[in-house]
């Protein structure tokens, strides 16, 4: 007996070595790339890189030897990773919300609790391309789905509460939803319809109030509209194919228009997802040149950061982005199936926050 005793020690002895030499490995081999140099703006402004994530695996960081000796015996969980992500959003709480039309569904990251969701839908209710995603005041958060024609809500538990949009048979109402914005002071929800060339106003019910805009290349016209933002008192939207970005008021009225068409490095050649920071600038992501432009109120281009590639601060067809109150920049890196964070810091600590 006591022969037996010292086998199973030892086999045990020599698991608890091999963990621990395979979860130095690993841990050696995992070691994340330097990002880019910080940088270095007027005025005593900054702009850092602070990380990236692209899989659940990423949510608990910290897992106990016993926990990886348990993965080593049994075999490590299998963990949901990013596929072809393309929105983000991040609610009061610091929950990070994305879309992923390549799965499809929706990403729910949660880093200070730990904790991760992924939701799908079934039936007639089912996700086709989920596309665009917006949190109102209340942490419920919205999901535009370009193939199924509709909206779906969920509230702050990641709770399927309703859908927007729907009508008979299960088709949706919008040929194309994309961009969504609400502004929740005054009860409204600006959804961007593409192959229609305008955007809808709805009320927090789903009732449509009116429309904005129509096809073509004058102000207040458009020419597949595409992402939206809600910031005090202006609704933004990408006109994709205009190539430019375009500020109406409540009313919907044309307020002014940033970019052009080119190839130079203040035009706008792909813009995608769009986000301002506590200064007010306009920050765009530009998928094909794989960069961010960073542009004042008046439209002109202050800086530029990133480059195509797959290394830390680098992008492969950008899309979507969100800016929180503490000007942290989350900036969906889609072909490279991350969301990247980079943080503009101010010289000053300003009064109020980024958008939501």
């Not at 963990?19 to 702009?47: C, D, F, H, T, Y």
């Not at 665009?132 to 024609?149: I, K, L, P, Q, W």
Request: glycine content about 10%; some cysteine; charged content about 20%.
């Amino acid at each position: 007996m006591r022969k037996n005793l010292q086998l199973v020690c030892s086999a045990a002895a020599i698991t608890l070595i091999l963990v621990v030499n395979a979860s130095a490995a690993k841990a050696k081999s995992e070691q994340p790339l330097a990002g880019p140099p910080e940088l270095l703006l007027s005025g005593g402004r900054s702009l850092t890189y602070e990380r990236s994530f692209s899989s659940q695996r990423e949510v608990k960081l910290k897992r106990s030897f016993w926990t990886k000796l348990v993965d080593f015996v049994a075999g490590a969980p299998e963990y949901r990773n990013l596929v072809r992500p393309y929105s983000v959003a991040v609610d009061s709480r610091g929950r990070i919300i994305v879309t992923d039309p390549g799965i499809p569904g929706v990403h729910v990251f949660d880093f200070n609790l730990q904790k991760y969701k992924f939701i799908e839908r079934e039936g007639k209710e089912a996700f086709g391309a989920p596309q665009c995603v917006a949190v109102d005041a209340n942490d419920n958060f919205y999901v535009t789905d370009s193939e199924a024609g509709k909206i779906f809500v969920f509230d702050s538990d990641n709770k399927f509460i309703r859908t927007i949009g729907s009508i008979k048979g299960g088709e949706g109402y919008f040929k194309r939803p994309t961009g969504i914005a609400i502004d929740s002071a005054n009860g409204h929800i600006y959804v961007s319809d593409t192959l229609r060339h305008k955007v809808f106003v709805l009320d927090m019910q789903g009732e449509i109030l009116r429309t904005i805009g129509q096809s073509g290349a004058g102000n207040g016209e458009f020419n597949y509209p595409t992402e939206l933002r809600w910031t005090g008192d202006e609704l933004i939207v990408v006109d994709a194919m205009n190539f430019r970005i375009q500020a109406f008021d409540r009313s919907g009225a044309f307020q002014y228009a940033i970019g052009n068409p080119g190839d130079s490095s203040n035009n706008m050649f792909r813009p995608k997802g769009i986000g301002f920071d506590s200064e007010r600038n306009l920050y765009v992501v530009d998928s094909l040149w794989g960069i961010v432009q960073v542009f004042d109120h008046q439209g002109q281009l202050l800086y530029y950061f990133g480059q195509s590639g797959d290394a830390p601060g680098e992008f492969n067809l950008p899309s979507g982005m969100f800016i929180d109150r503490s000007n942290a920049i989350y900036v969906v890196d889609s072909l490279n199936r991350r969301v990247q964070v980079f943080r503009y810091h101010p010289p000053i600590s300003p009064s109020s926050g980024g958008t939501q």
